[in-house]
């Protein structure tokens, strides 16, 4: 059972109550509230996870999502009714956070509700893509296929962020390594530099005494330094949830040197593939460029499908209302050209889909393979630097004393 907190007029004296009541679910709770007598005004769960390590241990991953749209649509295309089609998906979910999501969209399937309006209740988990399919699904009869192709739209978005994902990752590695030595030599070979020259009374070299300087800054001052990084990383991250600042970040991914074409590429595969998924089970094409200028997740390309939209809308071709976009890849209208004339747009959307996938996937091998000799020759030059700024000094000293 969960708990939710609840604000509620009571019926005999018109006050207004507020206190907690268990339920499986929100639903659930408002139909315990009115069985009571009181009108709710206001039922929210209460988190028992205590935040935190909590939170992130209920977090909804994409692979549950997954998971849990193949399973229901094998049981609805094998014949079950919905609801028990839905309970059956329950039950082999263990991701709490996502089984509080489910028993709420049965109570409201069962309470009479569609099933799309029953998913459009958490939209924090369930996407409006993931929507838009479910809701043409319904309309067309085919919901068992509506699921599984928004399974393999998933799918296919998270095996392309994990290789991102994993390019970026010896780069981090190595920079924190460069971090480590640089924090290394700072903290305990030059203090000892310092010594023996102050020992020998002779004046440090003008770079070695730059680095006993930064190093005496971080360690008296590392309280100001660690409030500045603080602070930046705080404003930092409100601006970028602000619109100039989120437009600020889009413009920087699609334009900065050797990421911006991966990141194009990434965009157009994800405008191709989710607008293949959404034609294909009947959604209008007006609607379906709403939703793909959302999906894409990038400000910048989501206006150039809203201006296009607006000349579709208008009586104009796709392919047409796309070319003139600066960020939309020629490619993209060219092969919508081509399903335009044959009839099958969404053919068309599924394979430049497959072809900016196969580049993107290409590409980001490439970079692993190019970008790993750049760090590891930017790791020698400042682990090199550093070491010659602290050998130089002492073998120049060993000069002098045999002189």
Request: aromatic content about 6%; overall charge neutral.
């Given at each position: 059972?969960?708990?939710?907190?609840?604000?509620?007029?009571?019926?005999?004296?018109?006050?207004?109550?507020?206190?907690?009541?268990?339920?499986?679910?929100?639903?659930?709770?408002?139909?315990?509230?009115?069985?009571?007598?009181?009108?709710?005004?206001?039922?929210?769960?209460?988190?028992?996870?205590?935040?935190?390590?909590?939170?992130?241990?209920?977090?909804?991953?994409?692979?549950?999502?997954?998971?849990?749209?193949r399973q229901l649509a094998t049981l609805i295309g094998a014949g079950l009714p919905l609801s028990q089609?839905?309970?059956?998906?329950?039950?082999?979910?263990?991701?709490?956070?996502?089984?509080?999501?489910?028993?709420?969209?049965?109570?409201?399937?069962?309470?009479?509700?569609?099933?799309?309006?029953?998913?459009?209740?958490?939209?924090?988990?369930?996407?409006?893509?993931?929507?838009?399919?479910?809701?043409?699904?319904?309309?067309?009869?085919?919901?068992?296929?509506?699921?599984?192709?928004?399974?393999?739209?998933?799918?296919?978005?998270?095996?392309?962020?994990?290789?991102?994902?994993?390019?970026?990752?010896?780069?981090?590695?190595?920079?924190?390594?460069?971090?480590?030595?640089?924090?290394?030599?700072?903290?305990?070979?030059?203090?000892?530099?310092?010594?023996?020259?102050?020992?020998?009374?002779?004046?440090?070299?003008?770079?070695?005494?730059?680095?006993v300087s930064a190093a005496d800054f971080m360690v008296n001052f590392w309280w100001v330094i660690l409030?500045?990084?603080?602070?930046?990383?705080?404003?930092?991250?409100?601006?970028?949830?602000?619109?100039?600042?989120?437009?600020?970040?889009?413009?920087?991914?699609?334009?900065?040197?050797?990421?911006?074409?991966?990141?194009?590429?990434?965009?157009?595969?994800?405008?191709?593939?989710?607008?293949?998924?959404?034609?294909?089970?009947?959604?209008?094409?007006?609607?379906?460029?709403?939703?793909?200028?959302?999906?894409?997740?990038?400000?910048?390309?989501?206006?150039?499908?809203?201006?296009?939209?607006?000349?579709?809308?208008?009586?104009?071709?796709?392919?047409?209302?796309?070319?003139?976009?600066?960020?939309?890849?020629?490619?993209?209208?060219?092969?919508?050209?081509?399903?335009?004339?044959?009839?099958?747009?969404?053919?068309?959307?599924?394979?430049?889909?497959?072809?900016?996938?196969?580049?993107?996937?290409?590409?980001?091998?490439?970079?692993?393979?190019?970008?790993?000799?750049?760090?590891?020759?930017?790791?020698?030059?400042?682990?090199?630097?550093?070491?010659?700024?602290?050998l130089l000094p002492i073998y120049s000293l060993v000069n002098d004393i045999n002189l």
């Open positions: 059972m969960r708990k939710f907190n609840y604000q509620a007029r009571d019926g005999a004296t018109d006050k207004i109550v507020k206190a907690v009541v268990q339920a499986e679910s929100e639903s659930a709770a408002a139909k315990v509230l009115i069985a009571q007598g009181f009108t709710p005004l206001n039922i929210t769960e209460i988190d028992e996870n205590g935040g935190g390590l909590g939170f992130l241990k209920n977090r909804i991953s994409t692979k549950d999502k997954i998971v849990f749209t089609g839905l309970h059956t998906a329950l039950e082999q979910t263990d991701n709490k956070r996502l089984r509080g999501a489910i028993e709420d969209i049965v109570a409201s399937v069962e309470g009479g509700k569609s099933l799309h309006e029953s998913f459009s209740k958490h939209p924090d988990i369930f996407d409006k893509v993931f929507l838009a399919l479910i809701a043409a699904g319904e309309a067309s009869g085919t919901l068992d296929d509506a699921l599984r192709r928004v399974a393999t739209q998933q799918e296919k978005d998270a095996a392309t962020m994990s290789k991102i994902r994993g390019a970026m990752t010896y780069p981090v590695i190595v920079l924190v390594v460069i971090f480590g030595v640089m924090g290394f030599m700072l903290f305990t070979v030059v203090p000892q530099v310092e010594k023996l020259y102050i020992d020998l009374k002779r004046p440090l070299p003008f770079l070695t005494a730059a680095m409030i500045i990084l603080i602070a930046l990383g705080y404003f930092g991250r409100q601006y970028f949830k602000t619109e100039g600042g989120i437009k600020v970040l889009d413009t920087f991914k699609l334009n900065v040197p050797i990421f911006g074409p991966m990141f194009r590429k990434l965009y157009m595969a994800r405008l191709a593939r989710t607008g293949q998924t959404l034609l294909s089970t009947g959604v209008p094409m007006l609607d379906m460029l709403r939703i793909t200028s959302e999906a894409v997740n990038n400000s910048i390309i989501a206006q150039s499908i809203n201006r296009a939209a607006e000349k579709v809308k208008g009586g104009k071709a796709l392919s047409d209302a796309l070319k003139p976009e600066e960020y939309i890849l020629s490619l993209v209208p060219q092969m919508i050209k081509i399903g335009e004339q044959s009839g099958k747009i969404d053919e068309m959307m599924g394979k430049t889909a497959q072809v900016y996938e196969d580049e993107l996937d290409e590409q980001i091998k490439t970079i692993s393979t190019a970008i790993e000799p750049v760090l590891m020759v930017i790791l020698a030059v400042v682990a090199g630097g550093m070491v010659a700024a602290i």
